[in-house]
């Protein structure tokens, strides 16, 4: 609502078992999801987070298990022409190597064809609410521009009143459009205290943060 967006376009998938409604587990609900996928004519598929959705049992922090939870989503996606994207988030580790930072394993970001970075902008200062999106991976085309954003306060409208959250405004290109993806995984406050400012070369890793996969 916030982002302006076609709500009767916009749909969430719940399961129902013997216990009530869950949300979808993989790999065991991809079946399902792809009936959802074509009762909607859908074209994009987000998964927010990917970690939350995991099977009980899987460990998200062995590779060939999120391979073997992740293979069918590609399959899918090949199938039906829908984009496949996931969330992860940084764990609170302190490492600028992005693989090293991505909660659970590896294996998140070896799937993904394509993996977009957010990090706060290093161009700006340590309160700021600008962010860099920057992508750290793509086996499909040539690395896309850094993006500037800024994070906004908005209200929209509730059933029972107004109800505060937050918006996105895209500014445009960074200015220095081959952020280091190292950069965006210092905080601020790290990153003054070292002293960095944004490196002018190509992105040095693959992974994200706070990002999204295209598989």
Known sequence: MAAGADLTRVSFLTIRDTVGER????????EELADAI?????????????????ATGLDSHRDHAIRRALAPLARVADQLD???????????????????RVGGS????????SVLVMGSDPDAGEDSRERVVAHGKSNLSAQAPALRLRV???????????IETAGIA???????????????LLTPARRHRRGERPRR???TCSGMAACRLLM
């Open 170 to 184: 895209w500014i445009g290109e960074a200015p220095n459009v081959h952020i280091a993806c190292s950069a965006l």
């Open 38 to 54: 074509r009762r909607a004519h859908a074209r994009i598929v987000v998964i927010d987070p990917v970690m939350a959705h995991l």
């Open 23 to 30: 949300g979808i587990a993989l790999p065991d609900d991809v």
């Open 82 to 100: 829908v984009a496949m994207v996931g969330v992860a988030h940084l764990n609170k580790g302190v490492s600028t190597d992005l693989f090293g």
């Open 201 to 203: 070369s190509y992105w």
């Open 152 to 162: 906004e306060s908005r209200s929209v409208d509730g059933p029972e009143g107004p």
């Open 106 to 113: 590896i294996g998140l970001t070896a799937a993904a064809r």
